[in-house]
Every structure is written in C-alpha cells, then in structure tokens.
C-alpha cells in the first residue's frame, strides 16, 4: 500500500530556511501531481506549492519567491525547500499526492513547522 512520510520540519527562526521531503513508499499510478498544504492553528488547511507531471509548478501568493517545489523521481520524493521563513508560516505541512483513481489522493502524516525568535 501507498505510504508517505514527510519530514525536515522544526524550529528556526524568522528569515532561516527548512527544507521539507516527503518520500513515497510503494508505486503511485498515473500521478497527476504532487503538493504540499499547511494547517496553522485555528485555519484551515490550504495549498502552498504544487508540481504537475508534466512539470508545471503554482505556489500560493503568501510563498512566491520564498518557497519552491521539486521532485526527485529517482527517490521518489518532493521537496519544499522553504527560504525567508516568516512567524506566519508556522504550521503543520503536508504532502499529498494527487491521482485520478483515487478521490483523497494520498496523504502524508504531516510534519510542524515553527517559526519564531
């Protein structure tokens, strides 16, 4: 069965950087994309980065040239490498997998990001 684990969450202080993976355990078939979202206290959870496929890439607004997305097929694992990181990114992230076969996709386990002095 499909698993996935992120990981590379913690503490640093505002202006540091972290970067985040998520490793895929088991074969995805016909993946459409891969993500990250973030659940702050008392929000709701939201999109922070997405990858196609085929390549193309969106960020939420609050991230653009701050945070980036990629992917390492050969590992199968997604990154987020997070830079200029601000009180108001603190959350907990998650990485999720999107496919047509499966209406939830596939979800990671989530890992806390803090970001204060």
């Known amino acids: 069965q499909v698993q996935l684990v992120a990981s590379g969450g913690g503490l640093v202080q505002p202006g540091g950087s972290l970067r985040l993976s998520c490793a895929v355990a088991g074969n995805i078939f016909s993946l459409n994309a891969m993500g990250w979202y973030r659940q702050a206290p008392g929000k709701q959870r939201e999109l922070v980065a997405a990858i196609r496929s085929g390549g193309s890439i969106n960020y939420a607004d609050s991230v653009k040239g701050r945070f980036t997305i990629s992917r390492d097929n050969a590992k199968n694992t997604v990154y987020l490498q997070m830079n200029s990181l601000k009180p108001e990114d603190t959350a907990v992230y998650y990485c999720?997998?999107?496919?047509?076969?499966?209406?939830?996709?596939?979800w990671g386990q989530g890992t806390q990001v803090t970001v204060s002095s």
């Open positions: 999720n997998a999107e496919v047509p076969y499966r209406r939830e996709g596939y």
